[in-house]
């Protein structure tokens, strides 16, 4: 379907700003419905979720990783959260896509993959008819985030063509890397959804600033967490503050927003608390913004500035042949 | 099929100079049917129809750009005119196909092309066959043209070398680039169509000259338009003038033309109103004249003067896999 | 000198925020002496001027363009604005590196470059031992700006090391450019400076998310003008507005502001008027900031994200020789 | 099944370290046997034997091979190994089979295989409900190996996926093969079993570092033999020894041991004598270990290294149809 | 000095039609001394003369050259035509410069210059204080003139910058060859000279191509010889023609003209007779309309077509030292 | 000169084991002459120090970073490493360079590199005749490193081929990575230098395991580090430590070893404290390790296993002209 068969299209979309309910993925996953389930009853067509809300974010904590060291604790911290990842596919997949069909929206989802023993910050993309379509793993995670996430490649930046345009994501920081962004604009993405966890004031202008770049709707979902999202001592201690915090205290502020290409803010930014944020989004404000500048278009320099995406997946070790390990007959 | 074959070929051209019907692709297309029944029903082999005249020239607009501003009402002036604009490939293409088969011609076919949300002021080129070959794509637009249209690259200007001679087509002032009209020469275009909307009559030493220059056959094909084919004010203005013209006022007035290569008139130019131009060109007259002068044969000094045509596509983004997005499955 | 040399450096920015003197480029020369004067007073090292300070940004103007017509009147104003700009080298080039040596002020100066009939807007380099180092060309204008300028390739697109910092430019809407902005970044610039005539609030937003991304200072001078820093009707025109403005109309509201890599804004925005804003920039931020986020360090992924850059000069035609004109013996 | 399910499941784990009965292979598999069937008693799940258990390891033979020469004893010793190995599938293989699942138990059993007239270094696995899953053959073997066995290739690399984990085997020296190792690692190996007939106390460095480098654990099995388990002279003569070794004189020594992913010597290593080595494995520290190294996941740079692994097989005659012979009806 | 300061410029300049005295090359130049003259008289600041006006164009003759043939008397007519033309520099040139100078106008003057036994078609360069400036040789003849001059090289297309413009000239059917025009258009030509033999109707529409094309002002100055201006029978014998043509017969019609860059006709094209054609260039027209069209600036696409110019002299014998031949000391 | 020669070549080699100076830079470069001079004077032809000897290992470092956090004192904290780490080239490298020569030794220094405001943990290598010959960038960084130092990429991994054998170095748990390995075998080296700051025993088994896979020497230079080689609090907090460490407290405990290609052990491990660690190092013993296993030569399959090494450098932004920015003119 081509673009100006949109241009007319108006498309209720919801961010979803929440807490993990960390080391619970079943429970969180039951939470993910209910807010779906709001969200879709306000007749939302496309739910964004932030990013590691199933799996969740470790706020404040180091694994008991130093230079040099790691602690057995961190290491035994590590067990359990690479045990509340996800596998992909696999059950918790399927309960998603059967979400996102009952519920006729369009999911993106953040959350923490687990692919043997190396986790990733995924983004998983469903569409509105119950299928898993595909997933986004976060190319460069930041700071001690390396030493508990893997490096997705370039396999895994897709950018999906819906009826209700077309959906892509970059995570987190990410969203400061201008070529990942660049490739993004060059797959034609229209809805650009933003999961995070990140809640300085400085999201809001990049977000502003990257609907204005890539003349796309930006979608920024990030999670409100307070110290009673986590387990209590000892199961979790939040190194990171000089005390322990209270129970109330807010450990991720959210700041989730909606912006239009043409940089209006149309829903939030919410430091409040857990909330919906919702918007009509009029897709003819994709044309109108880039008759002035299209990134990727007219307001390009090919023969002066390229951008090369190897797209390809990465692995350490190719097989020629598909099946890399067999299965017991049972 | 080589050249020599052509020699004692005489081949039936029409240009066709028309209006678009303004913000409406149904009707130009519903148009363009009757004008090239018309022409085939007078033995046209090769129908040339003008710039733009798929989407419309948008004469006398400013799209409400100033330096440094541009007008809501202008940004959504672009949206309609986006609207107007057609996919290459896309039903509008697959629809002109058919009428170049159903008809037995080849058209050549100006028109408005929308690739995302950047557009390109193309030519479309059809065999008698009933097949898309493929486009050529405005390397240059002149003066506000700069702000609505993207920028073609060497990838798209081909020649097609036909049963009735070797077919290209360079637009409007592009007729002025004499390093894009060496490089047809080079291509060895035989049949060179010159779609415009440029009316004045200085036009007319050019398409002399260039005949002359490329010993070709020049088939000049330009939009005749009066006020009436725009739609009324408030929905369409135009700022140009001093006062608003009148119905009848004349905005584009034609001067479409066929020369020989040895630079004698045809048929045109025509000044006059909406019409067929048609000529049989003798094939002939190609070889007769070149004997004289060769623009890229005997008559070149290549040691001295050499022209470079770099026509890869140029991409801001490349993807080393092929596939950009994907599709949702239905 | 390596960066850890810059790394405990302070240095004293000043971004002037003023009008052209329009169609008067020995006054506004005057003026750009006033300026400098008064911040190197301040103890300015580096003192950066809007875009097209010299030769100036015709506000409002179209040129009389309209899609497919020039009138007279329009093409006597483009003589007059090319009569204004300057050539490079040349006498007001001289001029200013005399003003930056007897300053000893690092100048960036915007400026309406004449390269025989074609104008450039650019932007001038000049150290503080009174030396010219170069220019960056605008790679792409906007909107009717396309009409007046040409476009800059890769070959002037300059980074410049110096004791102060690493030193370059991105003109205006070039900053949406996220390409661009990464060679910049993959150049070291430490310096970023932004001469704009853009007024609009989002401005704010893309500084603050360029000095997050790029871990720069961004120092952006705007142009303040008034209806009265252009020459009365009927010598200039604001066709933009529905009425003529009034004498102290405010037509650019400047904007300008510093940034820090951090993200914290320094210095302004300043929407009042023409002035003076200054910051003194502590380079070893820098440092602080891509200890986090090193975006082409740490933070790239070459191996899936590759920019190539083709600074080499591109000019429709070459000499293998030097000269391309010979000069009548005086 | 993903990884995460068997964080906390613990595996009983028996390596047997003992003697082929040579040249007897009906009644090496009466021991193999009364191995398996105490080993079970004891609760293992799963069993390891050595290298050639069946059909034998000729320590200190020679075949009767010099350069450019065989002698015709040589000749009719390697017609006795010939008639002492296995075919796969066969008669033994069923046994074995059955063995698996009378008891219980994974078995991976070293045995030299029979095709044709070429003899290879296997090793065989074995489910515990008595199916035969597959087998791995020796990629290289070591000094005058080469002059008994043939080479495996990339298709017999095999690593299942069970209930217990995922399981492969690499034989003697080919560990010492970096790319073989990275094979398996990259198939997801967690029980990495090294069958060996090789006794140096260096053998335990390769086995912790493997562990270390894999994070894997380690189950090594090696031959226990005294001169008195291979026939008497003349039926068997050690030409390596200086004067023929006496009955109880120990030929091969052992050294079976189990480490866990950590690089912790969980049992073993033994070289006192035949015995059956167990230990009991907590999958859980694959992960605590992975934590900080994966070799093939977040450790990696695929994007430097990477390795291709041609797993199909290797034919010197291949046919365009799939049957290579035509069967006589019977 | 840049071309800002000209724009304001107005240059009388007077293209020459006149006919050689043909065989008589010091009448032809009293000759050029009087239409030199009287051009001053008027005020022309700068002349320009037809192709070969010194030395002749042979219109008519074969010089006895068939194919596979030269008869004698061919032969003896060329050695009186190399007889007629010029040494550059020699005698005649520096009457030429002084003749500049005491006329004080720049002058372009056609001759049929020899070098050795070789002769070229020569333009010959003066300026207004009586120096010789340079030459273009005719890079490509036409036709028979193959058979007697030879062809220049890309040292000899010089553009002199001058107090009056950038001036250069372009030798009659030169003018149909792209590829040199826009070498000229590269060096920057402003007063473009075609000095042409040429007088059919189409030199018209190429002269006022040129002029838009090239966005400069064209002087063609051709011969208007009659019969007459040629020797009686058999000293020159008009194979060409039928029957041979009376004396007032007209042998080239001239069609001089004056063309300004916008493409309007400011003199001529006069195909009456002998003549001085003469207009007033307002320089500041080329920069109105390069506004519209700038071939070399900012409507080019280096990026896609670039034009190689290789402009150092090609000679069949290069030697390593820089004197060719050592003078004898008088 | 080809392997063979060295084969009766004995070299003298001295591992280093000893603490940075922390902080200081210069201290560190004037303790590392001292060590040097020592070693020389008992004959050492190579010496190897420690990974990042200069520049300093932060053991038991956050530099604040928890997930989602960063103090400013840890950003601070890094700003004064990155002042301590050194440019290469730089004057520290030339003070190396210029001790290398001074004692007639071929160096292999640690030390942490600054590359704009990224820093790797480099090795660099340095000839006996003080040339610099080139670095080692460690390709993956463990755990917590990550978030301080870059990555390598396939252009630093040399080996040098010297006089005294083909040295190469890889740093810590890159002595984990097989494919890196294998990658140094198959560039021949014969020296390998193992780096290291790690000093648990495991550390022995992979050092031995590496000599008898790669047929190699394995030199390992471990630091030896007490808590008052840091600086007191407040300027350093071991955050990893329940309390404080003491003054004497071993923070790393060194386990420097130098190996045969046989797996045996010629000098250390030693645990006990600052110290030089010697061996004699017979070359021959390298022939006679690899006729039994050459682990890329008549051990490898490559028709199996297959490893592919991208070692072209990888930059995120590719320029086509090679300067990348430019100096002022002093």
């Known amino acids: 379907m081509g673009a100006s068969d949109l241009s007319s299209t108006v ?7 929440a807490s993990t309910i960390f080391y619970d993925t079943p429970a969180t996953l039951d939470k993910a419905e209910r807010l779906i389930a709001e969200a879709a009853s306000y ?3 496309i739910v964004v979720f932030p990013e590691a809300f199933i799996g969740g974010y470790p706020h404040g904590s180091t694994f008991g990783i130093t230079l040099g060291n790691r602690t057995a604790k961190g290491k035994e911290e590590f067990r359990r959260y690479h045990a509340s990842a996800i596998d992909v596919p696999g059950p ?5 896509a059967a979400l996102a069909g009952k519920y006729k929206i369009y999911l993106v989802m953040g959350a923490v993959e687990r692919s043997g023993y190396t986790l990733y910050c995924s983004v998983l993309f ?3 008819q119950g299928q898993y379509m595909g997933k986004h793993r976060k190319l460069m995670p930041t700071g001690l985030e390396r030493a508990i996430w893997g490096f997705g490649d370039g396999s895994t930046i897709p950018v999906y063509e819906t009826p209700i345009g077309k959906i892509g994501a970059v995570i987190c920081w990410e969203n400061r890397m201008p070529l990942l962004r660049t490739a993004m604009y060059g797959k034609g ?6 999961p995070t966890v990140y809640d300085r004031k400085d999201w809001q202008a990049s977000m502003t600033h990257i609907a204005l770049e890539g003349g796309c709707f930006v979608l920024s979902a990030s999670q409100f967490c307070r110290r ?3 387990p209590p001592p000892p199961d979790y201690v939040f190194v990171a503050a000089a005390e322990e915090p ?7 502020a959210g700041g989730s927003v909606i912006i239009s290409p043409s940089g209006q803010v149309l829903a939030g930014p919410n430091y409040e608390g857990e909330a919906l944020i919702s918007a009509d989004l009029d897709l003819g404000e994709i044309v109108r913004a880039k008759f002035a500048f299209d990134v990727v278009g007219h307001y390009s320099r090919p ?3 390229s951008l090369t995406v190897k797209d390809h997946p990465q692995d350490p070790v190719s097989f020629t042949s598909t099946a890399r390990t067999e299965s017991t007959p049972k």
């Open 11 to 17: 498309v209720r979309a919801t961010v979803v700003q």
């Open 189 to 194: 993405i229209e809805i650009y959804c933003a």
């Open 246 to 252: 209270s129970t109330d205290t807010v450990v991720c």
């Open 303 to 305: 023969e002066v500035l």
């Open 126 to 128: 469903f569409d509105s």
């Open 92 to 96: 918790e997949v399927d309960r998603l």
């Open 43 to 45: 007749g939302a067509q």
């Open 228 to 230: 009673k999202d986590y």
